[in-house]
């Protein structure tokens, strides 16, 4: 499928540029009151939903026989269908309503057994565009992405993106560097692949399908893990309804990922009554 992934994915290049454009003008107007809140207490934006339906639109007519699966609305899985598209029309919702650069547009590209094969993440703000089929080349504002050199033992030194509510969930005080978050889950999984002194990310839990694939994909072609802290292989199929990953993701050189495994620790589930 390769050849026919590159084609797709060069088609959807634009597309998603197209569309972080889109929400980067909407950004400029945005006040106070276009920040609303989802069931689950996640911030959503008239932004979000206008970028879905252009993405959704083109999409469907690039390839009418791929199933699509969104943030914002809700689209039914065929598992026979030979291609799933992941799109998150804003990834990093919440630092985008505060006028943040922090956010992308992420769209992922699944086969049939649900294996991430393409990716495509642009963030307008901080003039990121990222993009791989199959197994590569991965490329960085069109031009090929450099290949991974050699992993460097974790030290005070060290970066390590993560979410902003890393800290209810897995236990820090074994790590010796430094954590970052700009906002958006996507380019935190793959900032380790741009900038050198950072050694990998810490996603989750609660991910979903649509955060993560286009990251998943990319880090693949480059030969980097991305997987469940709890070393674990992802497991879409139970994300395609919509619903969360399995536990906080993580993504690194192999050799930092399986470091990162001795030093973190998930912390007991609080009470829920």
Not at 233 to 259: E, K
Request: glycine share 8%; proline share 8%.
């Amino acid at each position: 499928m390769t050849d026919e992934t590159t084609k797709i994915i060069e088609a959807l290049t634009p597309l998603v540029e197209k569309a972080g454009k889109l929400a980067r003008e909407k950004q400029r107007t945005l006040s106070p009151s276009d920040r609303t809140y989802k069931d689950d207490e996640s911030v959503v934006t008239e932004a979000d939903e206008m970028v879905e339906r252009f993405l959704v639109e083109r999409i469907a007519r690039l390839v009418p026989s791929a199933n699509l699966l969104t943030e914002e609305a809700e689209h039914d899985y065929d598992p026979k269908k030979p291609l799933s598209f992941a799109i998150d029309p804003i990834d990093g919702t919440d630092v985008y309503s505060q006028g943040m650069p922090g956010w992308c547009v992420s769209v992922g590209l699944l086969d049939r057994a649900l294996v991430p094969i393409g990716g495509v993440i642009y963030a307008p703000c901080l003039d990121l565009l990222v993009a791989t089929s199959d197994n590569g080349p991965v490329t960085l504002n069109r031009s090929p992405l450099a290949a991974p050199g050699p992993a460097h033992p974790i030290s005070v030194r060290s970066n390590l993106m993560v979410t902003s509510h890393i800290h209810k969930t897995v236990d820090l005080s074994g790590y010796v560097g430094k954590i970052r978050g700009i906002g958006s889950a996507a380019l935190h999984l793959i900032y380790h692949l741009i900038y050198p002194p950072v050694i990998g990310a810490l996603e989750g839990p609660g991910i979903h399908i649509w955060d993560v694939a286009a990251a998943h994909a990319i880090n693949r072609a480059q030969g980097e893990d991305l997987a469940y802290l709890n070393g674990r292989p992802i497991d879409y199929a139970p994300m395609t309804g919509g619903g969360p990953g399995a536990d906080v993701v993580v993504s690194g050189r192999p050799s930092t990922v399986q470091a990162l495994r001795h030093m973190l620790h998930r912390l007991p589930s609080r009470p829920t009554g």
